[in-house]
């Protein structure tokens, strides 16, 4: 099975091919404009490996939440890539699989994304010495003190934080790109999973908050109000 795994969630813009769940190329870089840059290293990294987007069998893109921006174009990128050729495509939670690749740590793993205005995007996972990664919270935007209110709770457990955001609380960890791809095997082939739901049609972001132009626009209307 081959699998392209593409995130564009955070400030970095990234994407890994997959063959038999082992990362065969991986392209990454820092940006600003992800849709200037994500299509052409999508075509740059498949070119090099001599694949085609009719060979891929499943695509996987991280749904948010993260970078408005970002998330919206990354999602509509590969739901374009997947139409013409029917190829499947999974969206997961960007929390998720930046942790993913802890497993076997003993820790709790605090994916921390930038939100802006002192806030972070994060979520808390459960790293066991069996390899296995467990969720302990749902998806949310919280403000950084909050975040490290939460944590405190948790009795002095070794925390790894990794994202955009964790050059702020502690030490810096990277997610590499295949680890989208790895966890939207998961999914797709769950027992309980539903092929219907991997259609391009089906495949949504989660954004967690509005944009920056719908929260400009909230903020007027309810400035006009206050004015009658």
Known sequence: MKILAVDSSSKTASAALLEDLSPVARFSVKTETHSAVLLPMIEDMLKAAKTAVRDLDLMAVTIGPGSFTGVRIGVSLVKGLAFADKIPCVGVSTPEAMA????????LVVPVIDARRETVFTALFRSAPDGTVTRLTEDAQLPASELMTLLSSYGGERICFTGDAAETILVREDCPPSARGLRAYAIYTAPDAVRDDFTDAA????????????????????????KN
Request: aromatic residues 6%.
């Open 100 to 107: 993913a690749p802890f497993g076997g740590m003993d820790s």
């Open 203 to 226: 495949l949504v972001p989660a954004y967690l908050k509005k944009s920056q132009a719908e929260r400009e626009r909230d903020e007027r209307i309810a400035a006009a109000a206050g």
